[in-house]
């Protein structure tokens, strides 16, 4: 092994001890809550508030995820063909 896998595993050991530490610690409830996805009255549901409330805001993170997808396809293919930045 190379010292910085060392140094890596050296790392991430830890913080998943204290990521399961953290999860077993911690009393999870045991009751089923649904949670409406949409409600045709319009009254309730988490479609019904993002899109009620926010609607400029979800289009603008489409946008911005779409873009930052179609960035990452052309960074990867000008990777492979073995031309980069």
Do not use: C
């Not at 999870?28 to 009620?52: C, Q």
Request: charged share 10%; proline share 7%.
């Amino acid at each position: 092994m190379q010292q910085r896998e060392i140094v890596a595993l050296l790392a991430v050991i830890p913080l998943f001890l204290v990521m399961a530490i953290s999860f077993v610690g911690i009393p999870w409830p045991t009751e089923v809550h649904e949670i409406p996805v949409y409600d045709g009255n319009g009254t309730s549901g988490i479609a019904n508030s993002l899109f009620g409330s926010y609607p400029l805001t979800v289009v603008l993170i489409a946008i911005l995820l779409a873009s930052s997808m179609i960035g990452g396809i052309y960074l990867a293919k000008m990777e492979r063909e073995g031309v980069g930045p």
